[in-house]
């Protein structure tokens, strides 16, 4: 097959995506997909799990995502491909690791996707009402899945501007948080101590905490994945990436500080609403419900990310024939329709959902997908360890490497597996690990059955 320019993926029925996507878009789309429901939902359901603990169980995953999206840079740059970890762990740890891990991270995205529109639609009505959270789910999932199918340039350029909104409410809401704690605005300050317990629930709410804490960094490796329809892509992921990661640490662990100071142990507000909850006890109910706004904006340009790479992953399991052929079919504007349709499934099967079962189906989503985060991030260490190996073995230069490789990465993968220990032990927890595994060791076993059954030579690179 061809590849050539800004035009670097090609699929067999001559049907190909686009290069439409920037160097800006790339950052602002890893920026968008991360600071979503995990950081505006999510962030209150862990600390309310783990009390103060919440900083330091932020932080640990906060630096393990820094270097697994370094090793994810090394990989990207090095082999644009819209599988991204999928391909490379395939080609790492054989077709049935691949096939793994594109499945797992393909059904991750579509809860996620159904998560962010629910997320939305729950805040939306809480500020001006109008219709039912289903309703208003049900309109985001009709307007985001139109917009996925007018164009990658078209969505690049409105998630970069999406993302730019929700970066600067991060910001504003930071400097405020940090003004009130350090009494300079008329409100009488709290202090730079948090009066609640260290540990409210023990070891067992920290691990719990951690699997929320897992999906709120979920969707930053999305820029892999985007980096295919980017022109010039292994320059502009070693810029994206450089540029990323540590903003996105500062954003979170400055943000749940920030809550955690701010609001008093047990405040209802750090679950349903924690940073407007800031805002007010800072004394400005205005800003309040400005910053609820743009959370329904945040929510929904992670809505918009999530359901690209939902997308793209079954484009590329579809090319590599790990698919329905028919996900590779793509419009004239490049767009992988049918990939897009199948992927915004779910998010419309949990709007009748949310009818009968209100926010419990929010609950749950959220509750299922931090484990598959973990896979993830294993997957993607254990690939990088084992591909660097063959690029220096082979003496292929990289256009980005990895920090203190091998002991870095083999560190992180270390703390990845004392995470998993650790919700094993736990029993609020313990069954979604297990379950997560298991349909991890049968994705693994389909995939290696599949690729026996192959006869069709050129099912994509390895």
């Not at 995506?17 to 878009?25: A, E, N, V």
């Not at 409410?169 to 009494?183: D, E, N, R, T």
């Not at 309040?288 to 793209?312: F, H, K, P, W």
């Not at 063959?390 to 004392?418: E, F, H, N, Q, V």
Request: glycine share 12%; hydrophobic share 55%.
């Amino acid at each position: 097959m061809g590849n050539s320019g800004s035009d670097p993926i090609e699929v067999v029925d001559e049907h190909r995506l686009k290069g439409g996507l920037k160097p800006r878009h790339l950052v602002m789309m890893s920026l968008g997909s991360a600071i979503g429901a995990g950081l505006f939902v999510g962030s209150g359901q862990g600390i309310a799990l783990a009390g103060p603990a919440a900083l330091v169980a932020y932080a640990v995953i906060g630096l393990i995502i820094v270097s697994v999206m370094r090793m994810l840079g090394e990989l990207a740059a090095a082999d644009p491909n819209p599988g991204a970890f999928s391909h490379y762990v395939g080609s790492a740890l054989g077709p049935g690791a691949g096939f793994m891990m594109g499945w797992i991270w393909w059904i991750q995205m579509t809860i996620v996707v159904a998560a962010e529109a629910l997320a939305a639609a729950s805040t939306l009505h809480g500020i001006v009402g109008v219709m039912p959270p289903w309703a208003w789910a049900l309109v985001f999932m009709v307007v985001f899945t139109v917009l996925n199918l007018s164009g990658v340039s078209n969505f690049g350029e409105l998630e970069f501007w999406f993302s730019l909104i929700k970066i600067v409410a991060i910001v504003v809401f930071l400097v405020i948080g940090a003004a009130y704690l350090f009494g300079w605005t008329s409100e009488p300050s709290p202090g730079l101590s948090n009066p609640g317990e260290f540990l409210p629930h023990g070891v067992g709410g920290i691990a719990a905490a951690l699997m929320v804490i897992a999906f709120a960094f979920g969707g930053i490796e999305i820029i892999a994945v985007a980096a295919a329809e980017t022109a010039d892509p292994g320059p502009s992921v070693t810029k994206a990436i450089r540029t990323i990661v540590w903003r996105i640490l500062i954003f979170y662990v400055g943000s749940v500080a920030v809550i955690m100071l701010v609001l008093p142990a047990g405040d209802p507000r750090i679950e349903s609403g924690p940073f407007e909850g800031v805002l007010e006890q800072a004394g400005l109910p205005a800003v309040a419900t400005i910053m609820g706004a743009i959370i329904v904006i945040a929510l929904l340009s992670s809505l918009n990310v999530n359901l690209y790479g939902a997308s793209r992953m079954l484009f590329s399991l579809s090319d590599r024939r790990m698919a329905p052929r028919i996900a590779t079919r793509t419009a004239k504007n490049g767009v992988p329709i049918p990939a897009v349709l199948a992927s915004i499934v779910v998010g419309f099967l949990m709007v009748p959902a949310t009818y009968f079962w209100g926010d419990e189906v929010l609950e749950r989503l959220l509750s299922v997908v931090g484990s598959t985060l973990l896979v993830t991030w294993i997957a993607i260490a254990a690939a990088q360890l084992v591909l660097r190996r063959r690029s220096d073995r082979d003496g292929t230069a990289l256009p980005m490497k990895m920090w203190g490789y091998p002991y870095l990465t083999i560190l992180t993968l270390l703390a990845l597996g004392g995470i998993v220990v650790l919700a094993l032990t736990t029993d609020s927890v313990r069954n979604q690990v297990l379950s997560t595994g298991a349909v991890a060791v049968v994705l693994w076993a389909i995939g290696a059955y599949v690729d026996r059954r192959q006869v069709t030579p050129g099912r994509g690179a390895r």
